[in-house]
């Protein structure tokens, strides 16, 4: 997936690897065929000019049309996915009622973490000047419906992880909220923390920055993606 000569560490060109792979392959919910469609839809959302003017819009809710695609799933999966990869900060409980009237909670979250994921490696890839990576080539299989039953309602869209909120020594939970709110799904969780940890640790980060500009870079990076975090 990575040039040999590029200065990356092993554990994260083994993680994308691993991550693309799984992606390719039936998740809990979502086919193969699905979940790289999930991918090709993400990316066209970059592209798509009903997307750019709904961003630009006071409202989302304000501009009508369609969205730019070649995908085969659902139209309103492809509003969702575009939506999420566009305009996250805009999201709403409304939104995602209307969203889920089509879809489950739990293709929901397999959904967020496939495009969670897929961003991750793109992002990596146009960074370092490669361009997007081929999207895998799915394989075939049954999804095998497999829910966490001890996901709790905390308020949250979805329900989520029942766990001890004790502190780290960090000052924060020991379970993040994103993994509390990827916990429906074990394999969605699983595949975006397999994704993501290479790149960020609260400590001793394997980076030649200090933990303090590591942290800095984050909160930033998080601002300008309007993450709610």
């Known amino acids: 997936m990575y040039p040999d ?41 970059l592209t798509c000019a009903f997307c750019d003017k709904r961003k630009n819009a006071l409202s989302p809710n304000a501009v009508t049309g369609e969205h730019e695609t070649d995908s085969e799933l659902d139209p309103v999966v492809v509003d969702m996915i575009h939506r999420i990869r566009t305009d996250p900060g805009r999201l709403t409980r409304s939104w995602f009622d209307e ?93 975006f923390f397999g994704t993501f940890r290479p790149h960020y640790a609260l400590k001793d980060i394997p980076l030649s920055i200090s933990q303090a500009q590591a942290e800095f870079v984050a909160a930033r990076v998080s601002a300008i993606n309007e993450c709610f975090y």
């Open 5 to 45: 000569h590029l200065p990356l560490r092993e554990n994260l060109k083994e993680a994308h690897s691993a991550a693309w792979d799984a992606i390719a392959g039936p998740g809990d919910f979502l086919t193969g065929n699905a979940r790289v469609d999930v991918i090709q839809t993400a990316r066209e959302a």
């Open 99 to 191: 969203v889920t009237r089509v879809i489950s909670k739990e293709e929901y979250v397999e959904i967020v973490a496939v495009v969670a994921s897929s961003v991750i490696i793109d992002t990596l890839h146009n960074a370092l000047g490669l361009g997007v990576p081929p999207a895998p080539l799915p394989r075939r299989g049954r999804p095998d419906g497999q829910s966490n039953p001890a996901a709790v309602d905390g308020g949250a869209w979805v329900p989520i992880l029942a766990v001890n909120q004790e502190m780290a020594d960090t000052g924060l939970p020991n379970v993040p909220n994103i993994a509390r709110a990827l916990g429906l799904v074990p394999n969605a969780l699983n595949l």
